[in-house]
């Protein structure tokens, strides 16, 4: 039998990326029957509505390509979601984009907008899509890390501020944050307004969890601003919102100049979207106000694991949105984030993700964050393994 030698070099585009720490946890969590709250999605199923609506579409012949930028009820379904909640008027025709989940929408408007060189603005900790998306595009990420105080994390809009060169090209924003929690106040509104007026500066405003958002909170979103909303694309994803992160169907707004770049892009890059998706989603949305009810469901998840670890010894940073509890366990071990999260899984039972997973330089904190997007008896039964800590 014949043997190949095959001999080049294959410099890789991603050196620093390896498999990710959710699927990493997510596995260790089912080698021992661990109660998963690592990985953020829910172990509840959506409406059945909307599983009816998808099935209508598609035995209603639904099932060809789509247009490029999304079937256009469902763009207008959403521009009347963002008109209603937030006061914007975007053009369905223009100014909205569906996408194959908001991962997809990150990276395309990353590489519609940063060339060779350009820096961009990386908040941490982040979602770990960002730096990979930045780096492909051969775009410089620029780390500054939130603050963290007994009042919670932080953005330092002051160290932002001086990270601005006439390189910066982007700023990525996320809120309500993942992993810690953090919603953006009128006060950061304030201060990112200040920092990019009479810039080029483009923000990335990915706002997956906008309907997460407790205590009687409003979501700031930027579309509410109409000089921020001017320069930003603003992601969200249906996946978060009607808990069908299998779907992989998400959006993107943008006024028309940044929106005309994108689109270039995301027609060579998944063209567009499955199309008895959009269609149920869309005859969905026009039906149903679920995303309404989304922040009190929640609410009640959070207070109900929050009561759980009371007394334990975790403390409990705030969590003003998204679904996600960090806690800070120095009172309980003294092991590093990832050995704690390790341990917590095998010995104790539960799955959590180490908080310097999401820190380019692996930044140790004692934190660690749970995913509270599962059932109250799976709540319960992880709470009645980690009480006793
Ligand atoms: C902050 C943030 N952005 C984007 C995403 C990706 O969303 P999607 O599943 O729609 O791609 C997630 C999912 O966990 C997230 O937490």
Known sequence: MATFAINYFLQTKLPDVGTTIFSVMSKLAQENNAVNLGQGFPDFDCDPALIDAVNT??????NQYPPMPGVAILREAIAKKIADLYGHQYGPATEITVTAGATQAILTAVLAVVQAGDEVIVIEPAYDSYVPAIRLAGGIPIFVAMELTSEGYSIPWGKVQESITN?????M???PHNPTGFTLQP???RA???IVENTNIIIISDEVYEHMVFDQQVHESLSRYPELAHRSFIISSFGKTYHVTGWKVGYVTAPEFLMTEFRKV???NVFTVNTP???GIANYMVSNQTHIELADFYQQKRDLFRAGLKNSGFRLLPARGTYFQCVNYSAISSLSELEFSHWLTKEIGVAAIPMSAFYHDSLESNIIRFCFAKRDET???ALEKLKSL
């Open 57 to 62: 579409a598609m035995r209603s012949g639904h």
């Open 167 to 171: 390189k910066t090209r982007l700023i």
């Open 173 to 175: 924003l996320n809120s």
């Open 187 to 189: 006060a950061d509104i």
């Open 192 to 194: 990112l307004s200040q």
């Open 266 to 268: 995301h027609q060579f």
């Open 277 to 279: 998706m959009q269609i």
């Open 379 to 381: 709540l319960k039964l």
